[in-house]
């Protein structure tokens, strides 16, 4: 049989099913609906070029992942799918003409292989605040018109949709894996087993636990983050830009009032998923200093996710070493909606034996044994 069976229903898994289905496979996507999926609580910013991290592999991969929603998106939609993207832009804020400069810099340069970018201004305070009217006016910023924020919950789902209509199977419940006498992986749910001919594992902070079950030490782990939805009452805040801060929080803007401010990095409370008030302390006091009008926002609710991040601090993708039919990735951290569709995709490129667009020795999946 040549079933693909995916473990893993996020954003990652999701995009790897839409790719592989309807090309000549059988696919079933298996996922027990942990609370705390990275997918469910994401913000869902696509803005990666102005980042300051260093490491060139992410960056490649963050850019490329950008870049892929102009294709993907149409896709989508031509099937009437809903996916909660919007390219309403970025306005990256500081107190700071100097470190504005030289972030527009940066951009500048990056643009020249990134177009997406589109146009870049240097905006005052008083043209910040007319974009995101909530923003305290000791701001200017600089604005990127190429960026997009996307509802990672309606994208899942759309891409999911989109896959069963292509003959997608889709199973809630808890899979295992064990090895035959061959050496083979084998999918099972409740005891019984799923024929596969290929097994892709993308169950982000507990994929560790699938790999261990075949003997391979895989490090995984999952970061905390507090996110707090917010209504402003009488708004209509569709084409809100994207606000990002000198600090490494964020505020983004969906439709009919909806505020969304984050996130928390916690690295000490393992995987809990109970909201804090410490932790929405932080949020709300980062996010009420640059925006002190929200605060007779309606507080709606507070979202927690866990982050997968691997021992290098980069996504990983290929083969399990000693289980050949198995195909892996992880890692996406907090870019996980910027490299998500794209990296799935990927996947699917690589269990159909077809060439991938990425060079796959910065993402080895050795760099995460332990």
């Known amino acids: 049989m040549d079933q693909i069976v995916i473990i893993g229903g996020g954003i990652l898994g999701a995009s790897a099913a839409y790719h592989l289905s309807g090309r000549g496979r059988d696919v079933t996507l298996i996922d027990r609906k942990d609370s705390g999926q990275a997918t469910d609580a994401a913000a869902g910013i696509i803005c990666p070029w102005l980042s300051q991290r260093r490491n060139k592999a992410w960056y490649s991969l963050a850019k490329a992942g950008a870049a892929y929603y102009h294709e993907l998106i149409p896709m989508l939609e031509s099937k009437g799918l809903e996916t909660g993207y919007r390219k309403v832009g970025a306005i990256s804020i500081h107190t700071d003409p100097e470190k504005l400069a030289k972030m527009e810099e940066r951009a500048l340069w990056r643009r020249e292989e990134a177009p997406e970018i589109g146009d870049l201004r240097q905006l005052d305070e008083k043209e910040t605040v007319s974009l995101f009217p909530y923003l305290s006016n000791r701001y200017s910023s600089l604005y990127v018109s190429g960026a997009a924020r996307v509802d990672g919950r309606m994208l899942r789902d759309a891409l999911l ?210």
């Open 161 to 370: 949709k989109g896959a069963e209509l292509k003959g997608l199977k889709i199973i809630n419940g808890s899979a295992s894996l064990q090895k035959d006498a061959e050496g083979n992986v084998e999918v099972r749910i409740d005891g019984e087993k799923i024929e596969a001919k290929q097994v892709i594992i993308t169950a982000g902070c507990w994929a560790g636990e699938l790999a261990r079950q075949i003997g391979i030490p895989i490090e995984v782990r999952g970061q905390k983050a507090q996110i707090a939805h917010m209504k402003i009452a009488d708004a209509e805040t569709a084409t809100w830009p994207v606000v990002m801060p000198p600090n490494d929080q964020y505020m983004l803007a969906f439709p009919n009032g909806k505020i969304v401010a984050g996130a928390t990095h916690d690295d000490e409370h393992g995987m809990n998923g109970k909201p804090t008030a410490g932790g929405i302390h932080e949020v709300l006091n980062k996010a009420l200093d640059i925006a002190p009008a929200l605060s007779d926002a309606e507080y709606i609710e507070t979202r927690v996710g866990f982050r997968p991040f691997t021992a290098g601090f980069l996504p990983v993708i290929g083969k399990l070493p000693d289980a050949s039919n198995v195909l892996f990735a992880n890692g996406l951290g907090a870019s996980g909606l910027t490299v998500g569709p794209f990296l799935g995709k990927q996947l699917a490129h690589m269990a159909l034996e077809e060439e991938v667009e990425i060079d796959v020795s910065n993402y080895a999946v050795e760099n995460t044994l332990h």
